[in-house]
């Protein structure tokens, strides 16, 4: 899988996109990850990447010129699944867009600043609007990270243990069970007596009825659906 992220701001990937289990993901050829800066491609003398917005208002707008060159010169290249814009007005981002995403080969991920991107961008090119949650954050840096790295750890061979990613919070509807490691007993803080008795039949039926019972608490939303 190839994943071209294009930003004002590339630093800002170094970190979560280079550290762990992205870093091995990448190191193992399992995904290219390449980051454009939009401003290496404006073709305006003073290197500007955004303007005032017709009928007024704050805030700037993001030119179409430097994104549609860069979009177009990488489908040029090669054919992508998706166009993907960070916003907070888009589909909010889920489990299941994840696993759909991790089956694709190529995609683009446009990370909006200021007031965003021109509309134009959005109609000739975008095929997927994605937001992270409802609120707002400064750019679509963050919002990009979170998205790349939930679609990465999902692609055969990223994750050590390949069944871990099919037992996580949401893949089943339900929040994942509590987990516990050695010691046993920390200044009298137990470990369940269950997770001890070496009977896989009983440890499984704990560890599903747990799982239901946080989410009737925390979440009893995805138990509607
Ligand atoms: N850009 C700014 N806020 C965002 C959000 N919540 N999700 C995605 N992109 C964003």
Request: hydrophobic share 40%.
């Amino acid at each position: 899988m190839r994943i071209d992220i294009l930003t004002l701001f590339p630093e800002m990937f170094e970190g979560p996109l280079t550290q762990s289990i992205m870093k091995r993901a990448v190191d193992k050829g399992l995904v290219e990850m390449y980051f454009h800066d939009i401003r290496d491609y404006t073709l305006d003398k003073h290197k500007k990447v955004d303007d005032y917005a017709f009928g007024g208002g704050a805030g700037m707008v993001m030119t179409i010129q430097p994104i549609a060159d860069l979009i177009e010169k990488l489908k040029g290249e090669r054919k992508y699944d998706h166009v993907i814009y960070m916003t907070p007005d888009g589909q909010r981002f889920e489990q299941r867009i994840a696993n759909t995403l991790s089956l694709s080969e190529n995609i683009i991920i446009l990370c909006g600043h200021y007031k965003g991107v021109d509309q134009r961008i959005r109609d000739n090119y975008v095929t997927m609007e994605i937001s992270i949650g409802d609120y707002v954050l400064t750019g679509g840096e963050l919002a990009a990270a979170v998205v790349s790295d939930a679609i990465i750890r999902l692609i055969p061979g990223v994750m050590s243990d390949e069944t871990s990613a099919l037992t996580d919070s949401f893949q089943d509807d339900l929040l994942s069970p509590p987990v516990y490691t050695r010691p046993a007993d920390y200044n009298g803080w137990k470990v369940p007596d269950v997770l001890l008795s070496g009977n896989q039949a009983m440890i499984d039926q704990w560890r599903e009825q747990q799982a239901y019972e946080r989410t009737r608490k925390i979440r009893p939303d995805l138990l509607e659906e």
